[in-house]
């Protein structure tokens, strides 16, 4: 796999919700992207499990609670896992009974979208300068600035907003939803930032970034969005969902952010 990429509910309902959609009874967590059937990995007692661990503790029929971007979407069921041949022998899917179109299924016992992130402006000239200062420090010298996507979110329960934020631009990107050049041209990029505050000082921290200065033929540049931002091992602080796609393949991965420091925590997808 190529890679480097509303509804309300009262406590009542939720601690309901909860309830029905409690874990397995291995108490594992097991945490499945509703768009391709990934199985990303999964908690107990809030410490990460992996892909493969975690699919030892699948029955089928384990119930997930879905969620979109911005809120709970649904509930379903999900299958046994299975993998795949070469080139994803590595992967586990699990099929989710429904998908209602959303993000990542979860069977959890605790508020998963404790903070739901709130969309801004995409054509604030704050964020288009910190976009291109990143773009100029990687030898783009007149960059042409598209952000894909603006939030804001309080992803540690602080009562502070961080700000999330993707910004894209490929000549060879087509309309169709799944379509990628397998060629980058001199100034076409793909990458995800992070603003937040670190002792005391608002940083931009790089998520992911693929820049690129000249043309460069069959380099298969990748399309990096945010998917969503959830609290997936329920310690109250939200993970950050990214997707990702080239032109033969798309992954989906999970991002870890305590202070300036990023750990990817989850990696899945398929492609050659």
Request: aromatic share 8%; glycine share 8%.
């Amino acid at each position: 796999m190529k890679r480097f990429q509303l509804a309300v509910f009262s406590v009542a309902s939720v601690l309901a919700i909860s309830a029905v959609f409690a874990a397995t009874s291995t108490d594992v967590h097991p945490i499945v992207d509703a768009q391709s059937g990934y199985l990303l990995g999964g908690s107990k007692n809030g410490k990460w499990i992996s892909a493969g661990e975690t699919a030892k503790s699948l029955q089928g029929g384990e119930k997930y609670s879905v969620y979109a971007a911005d809120a709970r979407a649904g509930q379903t069921t999900g299958s046994r896992t299975r993998t795949n041949e070469a080139p994803c022998e590595d992967t586990h899917w699990v099929n989710l009974k429904k998908n209602f179109n959303g993000v990542l299924g979860v069977s959890a016992s605790w508020n998963v979208m404790p903070r739901a992130p709130r969309p801004q402006n995409l054509n604030q000239k704050f964020y288009r300068d910190e976009v291109g200062k990143v773009l100029k420090a990687n030898k783009i010298k007149n960059p042409q600035v598209v952000i894909s996507q603006l939030w804001r979110v309080d992803l540690d329960g602080d009562k502070v907003d961080e700000v999330l934020l993707s910004a894209t631009n490929y000549a060879g990107e087509k309309a169709a939803p799944k379509n990628v050049s397998p060629n980058a041209k001199a100034g076409e990029y793909s990458l995800v930032l992070l603003r937040r505050m670190v002792k005391g000082k608002v940083q931009t921290i790089t998520l992911v970034r693929e820049i690129y200065a000249q043309n460069k033929q069959f380099s298969a540049p990748n399309i990096h969005r945010i998917a969503g931002v959830y609290d997936l091992n329920g310690d109250g602080k939200m993970e950050i969902v990214l997707r990702g796609r080239y032109y033969e393949g798309d992954w989906v991965s999970i991002l870890e952010a305590k202070g300036d420091l990023v750990k990817e925590v989850f990696l899945a997808g398929c492609g050659a």
